[in-house]
């Protein structure tokens, strides 16, 4: 099964609106990191945002913030009033722990445009 | 801030020919991995490395080996390169231990077999 679902290929949003995007994992462990990456064409990996299983609190950083649903194993990545320089392809990702150097394993991705 | 560094950015080898990517970490960070995107894919996990020992692996390759130095710059060494293996390698630092700390990617070395 796969442990990260992200079921939307592509997405398509007008600049300065909010844009979900979604992501749904599986594991059976207690203890676990979600992490979401934006990956421009020019192909670097940049690091958005994480959120703990353990945290109460959704994540947010700036303009974006993860809607954590921890029984539906969700972990939406929110991004508010879109920039054109958004348009990217992004990754959600899951760490499962414990332990020490523990690996990320990534969806499929959603390619987002933002409109002008 | 200091980022994840590696070296080259680019590539290009024939079949059967080797390579070597270096990683150097975010400083104070004390575990690497590797990562391999093929065109169209998501990142794969390779290997990695928590204070110079090996921690976990995943589908690397046995043509390919890699280690973590005393200074805790990583290598990865692919041999009898094969097209299949064209694809975007990234390296990713982050803290050690129990806790599930971010992992900051490197820029990626593309590498293209011919």
């Known amino acids: 099964a796969q442990k990260i679902t992200q079921t939307q290929p592509g997405m398509f949003v007008q600049e300065k609106e909010a844009v979900t995007l979604d992501c749904t994992y599986d594991?059976?462990?207690?203890?676990?990191?979600l992490f979401w990456y934006k990956q421009p064409s020019s192909g670097e990996m940049i690091f958005l945002i994480y959120?703990?299983?353990?945290?109460?609190q959704n994540a947010t950083e700036g303009r974006y913030s993860l809607n954590f649903q921890k029984a539906r194993k969700s972990a939406n990545l929110v991004i508010s009033a879109s920039q054109l320089g958004d348009s990217a392809m992004y990754f959600c990702?899951?760490?499962?722990?414990?332990?020490?150097?523990?690996?990320?394993?990534f969806g499929s991705g959603t390619q987002l445009t933002v409109l002008p | 801030a200091a980022g994840v560094i590696q070296s080259p950015r680019h590539l290009i080898k024939e079949k059967r020919e080797t390579a070597t990517l270096k990683c150097y970490p975010i400083?104070?960070?004390?575990?690497v991995y590797w990562y391999q995107q093929g065109p169209g894919q998501d990142p794969q996990f390779l290997i990695s490395?928590?204070?110079?020992?090996?921690?976990d692996k995943g589908s690397i390759p046995d043509r390919f080996s890699a280690q973590q130095f005393s200074d805790y710059h990583s290598e990865l060494n692919m041999s009898s390169l094969e097209l299949g293996d064209s694809a975007l390698y990234f390296c990713?630092?982050?803290?050690?231990?129990?806790?599930?700390?971010?992992?900051?990617f490197g820029p990626g070395t593309r590498l293209t077999v011919t």
């Open positions: 490395f928590y204070e110079k020992m090996q921690s």
């Open positions: 959120q703990g299983s353990y945290d109460e």
């Open positions: 400083p104070r960070h004390d575990t």
């Open positions: 594991t059976s462990d207690q203890s676990y990191g």
């Open positions: 990713a630092s982050s803290l050690g231990g129990e806790a599930l700390y971010e992992q900051y």
């Open positions: 990702a899951m760490r499962e722990g414990p332990g020490s150097a523990r690996q990320l394993t």
